[in-house]
Every structure is written in structure tokens, then in C-alpha cells.
């Protein structure tokens, strides 16, 4: 049943991959925004294939972000802008993403907008470069998404899909504020404006914090007032592993102990901690039902990185998890 279903999906993907559209009469402008380029073509027929079992226009905004998250690819020439190169050519920088989003969108009756603003580049550079993202409103309320990033980005030389495209999906501005700076200030969707001085100097951070047990707003008020520096979480965390307890500040002092919980490691796999010298160890780890504890204290200064160590009764498959710093 689980293969007919997956395959019916990829010929639906498929269908509407390859769907040709029909051409408008004339150039359809935008009416609610001038930042819009015009189209050529009536996105009708992609949108009820896209959208096709949906019951809300908030699924429906899913639907469409995933399509574009799945099928688009960042463009490294930085020349494919409108909706329509996008569709076309299946690739565009982050004005087309959020143009297509807008014109599938539209023949829906949902209303959205582009935001233009500034974004950091990563964790490790202060630099920002400009960039466009998109609010959404359906039943549920207004969303901030960012399909750009949500589809993923160029690893040495080479297009790698996000593995979590839902993290850029309907965000709080908490959390967007961190990386996202609007150019107007109304755009922040926040009682408290947080100006560009303070937004240089906020730490990296991302939704996925969630996971270790930070609300938005709490992270957001700790690293503004005291510089806080998060744990890095890795992108590809199995989605049978939940994180119990594990220190929430990037930074560990050597000789102190620390104890990491987590839920959810199948029969084959145990925790292990490796620190910046390479040295692996399986530290002692206090198992109870399906959750497993692992108490280090660190001895090595630089990186340590939380693993899942894979068995398979001869060689040891090591996936990482969480990474620290030892100071």
C-alpha cells in the first residue's frame, strides 16, 4: 500500500513538472503588489494539481512551498528573477521562488506578499546579503516563510535539497528575526523592533532549536541580552530521535560534567561523544526504557560533537547530532 502511494505521488509530481500552461491574453500584472513582475501564463491548472486533496488554504500554502522547495533549484548565474524564467527553467534566485509562490498562489485566492530585506549568510561570517522572503495569510493567520531556503543550498559547488524544508515554513518572527532582517520595520511582526546593530550582533540560530527545548521568544531575550551562542544542530537527525535534556549553551567548560538524554535510539545504536582531537568515546550511559543518557566531561579543548553510533555487528556507522565548543 505504502509503494502504490508513493507512486501515485510521483506521478502526480511528475504530471505537473512537465505541465505546459496555457498563455494569457495579455500580460497579468499584480494588483495587490507593484514588486510583482508580469506573467504570461495562467498558473490555474499547476495550482489545483499542486494543491489537489487540500481542505484549508493553510495546506494549501504547504502544498505550494513544498513544490517549489522540491522542484526548484537555487540558480548560481543570479539572472532567473520572474515567476515565469522560474517555472520555465526550474531554478531562480529567491525573487523567483517567492514570485511563483505568488502566482500559484493568487488563482487560489490566497494573498501574499513579498518582504525584501537582508539575511546572514551563515554561523561563521557576520556578513549579510540581501534577500526576499514572503508572508502569507490563510485561516490560521499571517506566516513568514522562506521556500529559498527551505529548497536548500549549494555545498562545494553542488545543489544539495534541505532535508527539513518545513523548518522555513510558517516561522515565528522570533526565530526569523535571527536571520532575517526586513527593510521595513513593520515587517518584523514584533511589539519589540529590533534595530540592525542589534541583529549583527545576534548569535546564528535557527528553528531546529525547538528541538533542544528553546521557545523563540526565550531565545530571542537570552541572546540579546547576554550574547548567548546555541548549540549547532545537525540537519539530518533521524525522525525517531527526540532530545530529552542536553545543554542548550554552545560554549562547555573542561572537567565539568555534563549529561545528554535523548529518546528514541533503536536496538542497534548508543551514544558516543567525539572531541576536537579526534578521540572517540563511548562514555557510560545509564539506559531506561527508550531513553538513553550519556555523562561526559570533557577533557580536550575545541569541538565536541554528539553522535549516534551505528552498529551492524562488524563495522560502527557514526552520525552527528549535536556540536559544542570546549573552552
Known amino acids: 500500500m505504502r509503494k502504490l502511494t508513493l507512486f501515485i505521488l510521483l506521478i502526480c509530481t511528475c504530471s505537473v513538472v512537465g505541465q505546459v500552461l496555457p498563455r494569457t491574453q495579455k500580460k497579468r500584472v499584480s494588483t495587490t503588489s507593484y514588486m510583482v ?25 504547504k502544498a505550494i512551498y513544498l513544490w517549489l522547495c ?23 534566485v529567491c525573487q523567483g521562488y517567492c514570485e511563483l509562490f505568488y502566482r500559484i498562489a493568487e488563482t487560489l485566492g490566497i494573498k501574499s506578499d513579498l518582504i ?3 539575511v546572514k549568510i551563515g554561523r561563521d561570517t557576520p556578513a549579510t546579503e540581501k534577500h526576499v522572503w514572503l508572508l502569507v495569510k490563510t485561516e490560521r493567520g499571517s506566516h513568514l516563510l522562506d521556500p529559498t531556503w527551505g529548497a536548500g543550498k549549494f555545498v562545494n559547488g553542488k545543489f544539495e535539497r534541505n532535508e527539513k524544508p518545513l523548518l522555513w515554513f510558517d516561522v515565528h518572527p522570533s526565530w526569523f528575526i535571527f536571520t532575517h532582517l526586513p527593510s521595513k520595520k513593520q515587517h518584523q511582526f514584533r511589539s519589540s523592533i529590533i534595530t540592525e546593530e542589534t541583529f549583527t550582533a545576534l548569535p546564528f540560530a535557527t528553528p531546529d532549536l525547538e528541538q533542544i527545548g528553546w521557545e523563540a521568544e526565550d531565545a530571542l531575550t537570552e541572546a ?14 533521524p ?13 562547555l567548560s573542561p572537567a565539568e560534567e555534563y549529561r545528554f538524554t535523548l529518546k528514541g535510539l533503536l536496538a542497534n545504536e548508543s551514544l558516543c561523544i567525539q ?36 552498529s551492524n555487528g562488524f563495522f560502527a556507522k557514526l552520525q552527528p547530532l549535536m556540536e559544542y565548543e570546549v573552552r
Open 239 to 251: 525522525a525517531n530521535i527526540s532530545f530529552h535534556s542536553v545543554p542548550r549553551h554552545h560554549q
Open 37 to 61: 513582475s508580469a506573467s504570461q501564463y495562467d498558473y490555474t491548472s499547476a495550482a489545483r494539481d499542486i494543491t489537489q486533496g487540500c481542505r484549508s488554504d493553510y495546506d494549501r500554502a
Open 70 to 92: 522540491n522542484n526548484i533549484s537555487f540558480d548560481p548565474t543570479l539572472k532567473i528573477r520572474t515567476a515565469d524564467e522560474c517555472w520555465q527553467r526550474r531554478k531562480a
Open 224 to 237: 540579546s541580552s547576554s550574547r548567548f551562542i546555541f548549540p549547532i544542530i545537525h540537519p539530518q537527525i
Open 275 to 310: 572531541d576536537a582531537s579526534g578521540n572517540t568515546q563511548k562514555a557510560e550511559a545509564v539506559t531506561e526504557g527508550n531513553t538513553h543518557t550519556i555523562i561526559v566531561t570533557p577533557s580536550v579543548q575545541g569541538k565536541l560533537t554528539l553522535f549516534i553510533s551505528r
Open 116 to 118: 525584501y530585506g537582508k
